[in-house]
């Protein structure tokens, strides 16, 4: 429980055995009595805490108890604080309305009568409290008055059984186009829809405390409104709070259309996947198939008529089956890809190591005998192995391949930990490129370098990235012509 606050009381006399008789009177537990023995020195207790009564002496020397009671009320602090004049000469009726002009609330008359004295202090006392309390009330109901009215939310008393608006605020505009004033004494019912009627009625016959519901309103220009009601009910009034979701309704309708189409273009997209999957197991055999009987047929007629042939025509034979060669090598990547897009992936712990060390030990057969490898410790994570083996297998292929021309080619193969994810790299001395053309690096026939100087298909860099973002990495590159590259990849850290 809190405790009450002492009453203040100044009590104001040039002479000290008034204010120790006072003193007796008016000393009791709740009372903080207070002294001053000139006007000056009043003053300045008064203006600079807060005094709940001040009783103060007529007749002083220099500044007389009327000058000060004219100084405290033409101030705002001290205004409203309630005064008793002490006299023992002024009585007739001259002096004592002069006393009331200039503020006083009463007058005690010496010597005093305690009982009356303590009276009157008693009163004037309750009486200033109340009134300060009356005060501290009022500006409370404004604050919440214009809370209320501040508020975006349609906030209103109904009655429970008529369904009429009893109070509404300001908010009403905005949200209707209704003023509070047109709105109330007018029937909740005259704002909703048929169906928005019939479930009011409803709601309206059986009593609950606190209850919520939506309803579709119409403003005063025709419009709809969503608005989402939250009710506390207290005997027969509805306390109401209404918020306008007419914008959050037109967002799920668009969400809800959204995932319609979203569902038919998945539909569609299954569709379209079963056609690729078609169309590539036709690439599969039905193209292969002329392309071996070319390489096939133009080997035959070079080994049947080798004596024959001329040097220039056993040339464009080789050129043929080479083309074949390639074509059907390239006939391969491209369902490699395709395949790729569509493959889903499985996560389980990986040792990068002996991932990397059979697949390197592979390569180096037909590899130039001079390179050189340098394997770093890979640390290890999650993710699909076979996957994850084509991306190095490609990445170290290319480097070789890149590479071979050099007097002594170099490989490096490393990684490195960042915050939350792992960064591969394989590094190498080879023939580079220009990093203003690395974004074409891993687009699908996008090559740097022409067919004539370095073989290859273009696809297997695409095969990489797309086998990386699909375990939720990235993939980028560096270098520098004619001075080697670096190609990194990175993958989520996972225990």
């Known amino acids: 429980m809190l405790k009450q606050p002492e009453d203040q009381i100044l009590i104001v006399d040039d002479k000290v055995n008034n204010i120790y008789a006072l003193e007796q009177i008016l000393g009791q537990p709740g009372r903080n009595l207070i002294s001053a023995t000139n006007g000056n020195e009043a003053l300045k207790v008064a203006l600079n805490q807060e005094i709940d009564l001040i009783i103060l002496d007529v007749q002083m020397p220099g500044m007389d108890g009327f000058e000060v009671a004219q100084i405290l009320k033409s101030n705002k602090r001290t205004s409203e604080t309630p005064i008793i004049f ?32 303590e009276a009157k202090v ?42 009429l608006f009893e109070e509404v605020n300001n908010a009403a505009f905005s949200l209707l186009g209704y003023t509070a004033q047109e709105m109330k004494n007018s029937s909740l019912l005259e704002y909703l829809s048929e169906e928005g009627q019939s479930k009011i009625k409803e709601l309206s016959v059986e009593y609950q405390s606190t209850f919520s519901f939506e309803t579709l309103m119409f403003t005063k220009n025709g419009e709809h409104r969503f608005v989402s009601w939250n009710i506390v009910q207290k005997k027969d009034c509805w306390f109401a709070n209404g918020r306008d979701i007419t914008r959050q309704k037109k967002a799920d309708f668009e969400i809800k259309q959204l995932n319609i189409n979203l569902e038919r273009n998945v539909a569609q997209l299954q569709l379209i996947n079963k056609e690729l999957e078609s169309f590539s197991y036709s690439v599969s055999h039905d193209l292969r198939a002329p392309l071996r009987s070319i390489n096939g047929y ?68 037909t590899a130039p005998e001079n390179i050189i490898f340098t394997i770093h410790p890979l640390p290890g994570t999650q ?90 990495g990235k993939v980028w590159a560096e270098g520098k012509s004619g001075e080697g590259a670096t190609f990194y990849f990175s993958l989520p850290k996972t225990n």
Do not use: W
């Open 86 to 117: 002490v006299t023992a000469e002024l009585k007739d009726h001259r002096f004592v309305m002069k006393g009331f002009e200039e503020g006083a609330i009463d007058y005690l008359y010496k010597p005093l009568n305690p009982e009356i004295t």
């Open 122 to 163: 008693s009163v004037l006392l309750q009486l200033h409290r109340q009134q300060r309390e009356l005060l501290e009330k009022n500006l409370a109901l404004e604050n919440y008055a214009l809370l209320i009215n501040n508020s975006a939310d349609l906030i209103c008393i109904i009655n429970a059984e008529t369904l």
């Open 298 to 365: 133009a080997q035959m007629i070079q080994d049947d008529h080798a004596q024959s042939l001329n040097e220039e025509a056993n040339r464009m034979f080789n050129v043929i089956r080479k083309n074949a060669t390639k074509m059907g090598t390239l006939i391969d990547d491209l369902l490699s890809f395709s395949r790729m897009g569509r493959k889903e992936i499985t996560r389980v712990p990986i040792d990068f190591n002996k991932l990397v060390e059979p697949i390197v030990a592979e390569l180096k057969q």
């Open 383 to 472: 993710g699909d192995p076979s996957l994850l083996s084509q991306v190095f297998v490609n990445l170290i292929s290319n480097a070789i391949k890149y590479s071979a021309k050099k007097e002594i080619p170099h490989i490096e193969i490393g990684a490195e930990i960042r915050d939350e994810e792992l960064v591969y790299y394989v590094k190498d001395n080879g023939a580079g490129f220009d990093m203003q053309y690395a974004h074409k690096l891993f687009g699908v026939f996008q090559r740097l370098h022409g067919s004539d100087e370095f073989e290859g298909t273009g696809v297997g860099l695409a095969i990489v990235q797309r086998i990386i973002v699909k375990h939720g």
